[in-house]
């Protein structure tokens, strides 16, 4: 009896010990999710200090927190184009900020049209006499793009400039499938309609290679219009066209190449990088080696509230998939940015919406309720503008018909107008496991799809029906909104993608520009004269769990962030590994038709999330129990 007390003691002190140990967790995890805003008054002469060590998006994803406890990489780092944008505007007119510093050591990437916008914005602090340096050790298409706009560019010795271009190879998987013996059951429109080609296909049909290899070309011709008119001096054409004979007649030092060739100024590492901007702006307080006098983007941000004069225009953005049901920030899910529609609705204030799209689609049902959200904002009058970002194409374009006026930029990629729906079966992956199915039917559809002993010819025809009528319905959509003919929209359609310039002349946009452009349309289609109305971003709220693990974790370790060329280059591979991941998770767990422009992703500088409110079917029990 004694020992069983003392053991009973035991088992209480654990017990109190734990509870204790996670109470100080949570209430360290408050203190840090409490005290992580940014302080105003931290602001001081010297640089505006951008820290680039992650993405640009136009909505960061929420955190998600199982994800972030189980998983062993650390998540990418977001950074919010518009958040961007306006601390620039700010260093340009406060007189505080003397100089803006570009850190692009471990810059991850970007959509090419949020790039172009923040080079704009560079200039825009060199017109008002501030100058801009850049600092990385090597400098790659989207780094490049945006150092270009800077007064000086340094680059450390062991680095250099390497700039690729977009293509390059995508996965095919009609091998995998067909060794697991898993059958990816397709119904799909659109002659261009790729998306779904690596589950039928082991290469790329001559249509995908027609419509890629015509917006490439558009969006890499962007790229170095951009470049060029930035940096006037920087001699490309030899290093793209003959990238390993220059690299050996430079004997491999690529830093000085960049400098042979214009690309950069100096030749630095980071300290004596520091060093120089400090004897620019002055040194920071407690005068670190290489250190300088600096404010982050965010307390600056911090430190000047937003314009809130005149009537609101609201800004709904549609960022990432088109899930259905309801999730955080990053995902555009049909109920949630639904909601936050009809919600802006009651605002009587409220004179008009600009729907910011950076999307590559998804589900037809999320994107129809969204679409019909806007329909309802029309019919009260107010005047819908969209603004499409980097990409808006399939289910993107979907959710963009209802509006009066779309902008788009030359760079943003568009179109797909195309649906298709997929169901893997697997009766001949059971079979290897000696598992058969057999049984009896009422009707011809009863079971059906019957993923475990075929999908039937009868449900074949039907569902192929179904997504007929669903691209149908797409081409009227459309065809409405652009005042065309149902045969004219489908001369266009057929899921091939367009970049933004060539989707003017074809009518699906109507004019070149960004969301300033857009915000102006609408005030003017609300008869609001300048300076009578600001702009309100309406967003969907992280959970309360989101945002304290947030605060809780450290920042992203320097290490996930690739420096040099060679890192570049693993990153590049791990990209790919996570697209391939993506693709299988799709294949497994899509859930209804889909308008979706898969293939868009990898030139859009979408970042590869995992996506929300998504079930495991069992393709991916399958995909997890063989590997």
Partial sequence: MAFMKSVWRFLVVIKDGLALLFLLIFFFALYAFLSSGPNPGVVRDGALYLQFDGVVSEQPAALDPVDALISQRVPVREFRQRDIIRSLDLAARDDRIKAVVLD?????????????????????????????????????????????????????????????GPGGSRLYYKGLLDQLGVKANVYRVGTYKSAVEPFLRSDQSPEAKEATQAFYDEIWGQWRADVAKARPKAKLDALLTDPAGQAEAAKGDLAQLAITNGLVDKLGDRVAFGTYIASKVGKDR?????????????????????DDDGAPIGVITVAGEIVDGKAGPGTAAG????????????????????????????????????????????????????SMANL????????????TTIFAEPSTITGSIGIFGVIPSGRDALAKW????????????????????????????????????GYRDFLTRVATSRKKTVEQVDAIGQGRVWA???????????????LDDALAEAAKLAK?????????????????????????????????????????????????????????????????????????AGVAGVPV?????????????LLRTLS
């Fill in 104 to 164: 692009l050591d471990r810059f991850m990437g970007g959509g090419q049209t949020s790039l172009a916008a923040i080079g704009d914005r560079l200039d825009a602090v060199k017109k008002a006499g501030k100058p801009v340096y850049a600092f990385a050790t090597g400098y790659s298409d989207d780094g490049y793009q945006l150092a270009a706009h800077a007064s000086e560019i340094w680059v450390d010795p062991l680095g250099g400039v390497m700039p690729t």
């Fill in 286 to 306: 407690a005068e670190t080696i290489g250190g300088f006098a600096a404010t982050k983007s965010d307390a600056l941000l911090a430190a000047h509230s937003p």
């Fill in 335 to 386: 109920d949630t940015i639904a909601e936050l529609i009809y919600q802006a609705l009651e605002d009587d204030e409220l004179k008009a919406i600009v729907l910011r799209v950076d999307s590559p689609g998804g589900s037809v049902t999320a994107s129809e309720k969204i679409r019909l959200a806007l329909e309802a904002a029309k019919k009260k009058k107010l005047p819908v503008v969209v």
């Fill in 392 to 403: 808006a194409a399939s289910g993107g374009y979907w959710v963009s018909t209802p509006a």
């Fill in 434 to 469: 000696g598992v058969t199915s057999d049984g009896v039917k009422t009707t011809p559809l009863a079971g059906e799809p019957d993923v475990f002993g075929g999908v039937s010819p009868v449900f074949d025809r039907m569902a192929q029906s179904v997504i007929e009528k």
């Fill in 500 to 514: 933004g310039g060539t989707a003017r002349q074809l009518g699906l946009v109507d004019r070149m520009g960004d």
């Fill in 528 to 600: 609001l004269d300048k300076g009578d109305w600001h702009p309100r971003y309406i967003d969907p709220q992280a959970d309360f769990a989101s945002g304290l693990l947030g605060a809780f974790l450290p920042q992203p370790a320097q290490s996930q962030a690739p420096a040099d060329l060679f890192a570049h280059a693993a990153w590049q591979q791990q990209l790919m590994f996570d697209r391939m991941a993506a693709d299988l998770q799709m294949l497994a767990t899509a859930k209804g038709a889909q308008v979706r422009c898969l293939e868009c």
């Fill in 609 to 621: 999330r995992k996506e929300q409110n998504r079930s495991d079917g069992w393709f991916a029990a």
